[in-house]
């Protein structure tokens, strides 16, 4: 019968997936797009708001990937790596659902499925070893970047509190990138980062609308 201390992190687990799922998450900082514009117009908002979706299933798909991450890890430090990072994407989840809900839009309907197939990518990136681990950090990083660096160029001008949001949110993603190869991550092999650019294709182009 498994005693109290190996079911611990199984709780936290599924405590962690829960919190997530239910839009309890809460930010440490306050939203940098707190008492700025928003959209002017109908069109406009409609656009802000499927875009803040999109980044907001990024943000439940980090929850999962590091969680999963930092379970599987094989160090003290890469465990704590994998924690800070989620910490900090934990801020950039409560600041999207913010923005969701001062848009009049929905997070996306398929989040429990994002939380699952991102939380498996994650036991596996783990499993495969630290350094291969961190690497994965990195690669999903970078690629979190750009997209937001595209998001940046889509907003609606007027929209000046999703643009503060996402803007952070850039500047994190390459912070969290920079303590990953400091920390000892593998670059990952080319077609490893192709799969993971159309798979991040898939989930963006479905989550625009779903």
């Known amino acids: 019968m498994p005693t109290l201390p190996a079911l611990d992190p199984l709780l936290v687990t599924l405590d962690h997936a829960l919190r997530t799922l239910s839009g309890v998450a809460h930010a440490g900082r306050p939203s940098p797009g707190a ?3 928003g959209p002017p117009g109908p069109e406009e908002r409609a656009l802000s708001g499927a875009l803040m979706r999109v980044n907001h299933v990024g943000e439940v798909c980090a929850q999962a990937l590091y ?17 800070h990072a989620a910490r900090e994407e934990e801020d950039h989840l409560a600041w999207t659902a913010e923005r969701l809900a ?17 939380f498996a990518i994650g036991l596996a990136a783990g499993r495969a070893g630290d350094g291969w681990s961190l690497g994965f950090l990195v690669e999903t990083e970078r690629q979190v970047e750009e997209h937001l660096a595209g998001h940046l160029d889509r907003l609606p001008a007027g929209d000046e509190a999703s643009r503060a949001v996402v803007a952070q949110m850039r500047l994190d993603e390459a912070g969290h990138a920079q303590q990953a190869e400091r920390a000892g991550a ?6 490893v980062r192709w799969l993971m650019r159309g798979a991040a294709r898939v989930m963006t182009s479905t989550a625009h609308h779903l």
């Open 35 to 37: 008492g700025l514009a």
């Open 67 to 83: 969680e999963a991450q930092a379970l599987t890890a094989r160090t003290d430090a890469v465990r704590q790596e994998m924690q």
């Open 102 to 118: 001062e848009l009049g839009a929905r997070p996306s309907l398929l989040n429990p499925l994002w939380y699952a197939g991102a």
């Open 186 to 191: 593998y670059p990952l092999p080319a077609p």
